[in-house]
């Protein structure tokens, strides 16, 4: 599941219009509508109900959107730790082919 198009079908769940949520997400309307359209596609479910005043959440997008926001709530938490360990790298003992080495990430970029 890709996130940006998590992010789009929830920002338009709380927002309750893909012109709130693009302007939350830096997108265009169109790109949020194309974002959350290819989301249904790849559950086979119809999320949002489209209206000319915005759009309201399906029965089986309100099902979904609790597990969709773990989901990004998880895919945030594994980023934030990853950065954290890159953090602790430079000048820290790393486990390479079963040996102790001395790593300077500085000197890699």
């Not at 920002?11 to 169109?30: D, N, Q």
Request: positive net charge; aromatic residues 6%.
């Amino acid at each position: 599941m890709e996130s940006a198009r998590c992010k789009a079908f929830i920002e338009s769940v709380e927002r309750g219009s893909f012109r709130a949520a693009a302007e939350a997400l830096g997108y265009t309307p169109s790109a949020v509508s194309q974002l959350v359209a290819a989301l249904e596609k790849d559950l086979g479910l119809t999320l949002l109900i489209r209206t000319k005043k915005g759009v309201k959440v399906t029965s089986e997008g309100a099902k979904l959107a609790p597990i969709v926001r773990s989901y990004l709530a998880r895919e945030k938490e594994m980023y934030e730790l990853a950065s954290e360990m890159q953090g602790r790298l430079p000048g820290s003992s790393v486990r390479y082919n079963g040996r102790h080495t001395q790593r300077d990430i500085r000197s890699s970029r």
